[in-house]
């Protein structure tokens, strides 16, 4: 766990003003393209998939598009879980359950297979930053329409200024920094 927090502060940047004027955009390129760095994060993510007794507790894990495709399936493979994207509007081709959900401008859709997450499956759901919440929350949503349960929230970074913890009720959620 220290290895991976080490890894962060080095290897995370800030991109000021991108997307627009006034966001802090929190870059993992530099982290995924060092492997020791990025190694010790998946690891540290997969921690959240396991009881006490290391243990897998999850049967599949969702990584939410983009950032959360690119640590979301090497946690997957980490824990010997399955991997589901979980995708913007329009982007997967089978039939799709969709959430939609309202962003500081507008609202945005995620979308899910059906058949993606079966009845009773046990669920991580992994991400780059938790920002507002709000996707981790349309994206807990998607599982309970398919009759799965989510375990966790496994995260990069929360940025706590923005309290997304709060928008998940009692999901426990996992961070290995919060900026
Ligand atoms: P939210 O739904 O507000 O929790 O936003 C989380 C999603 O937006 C994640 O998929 C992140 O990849 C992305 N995101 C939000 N804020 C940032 C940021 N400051 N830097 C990088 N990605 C961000």
Known sequence: MAVAREAMSRLVRDIPDF??????????????????GFHAVVTALAESGRDEHGE??????????A???????PVALALGAGFTPVRKAGKLPGPTHAVTY????????LEMHQ?????GDRVLL??????????????AELVSRCGGTVVGVAVL????FLSGREQLGDLPVDSLAVV
């Open 19 to 36: 997307p627009e004027p006034g966001i802090v955009f929190k870059d993992i390129m530099p982290l995924l393209a060092d492997h020791d």
């Open 56 to 65: 897998v507790i999850v049967d599949k894990v969702i990584g939410m598009e």
């Open 67 to 73: 950032r959360g495709f690119l640590v979301g399936a």
């Open 102 to 109: 309202d962003l500081e401008y507008g609202t945005a859709t």
């Open 115 to 119: 058949d993606a997450i079966e009845p």
């Open 126 to 139: 992994v991400d780059d930053v938790l920002a507002t919440g709000g996707t981790a929350r349309a994206t």
């Open 157 to 160: 970074m929360e940025l706590g």
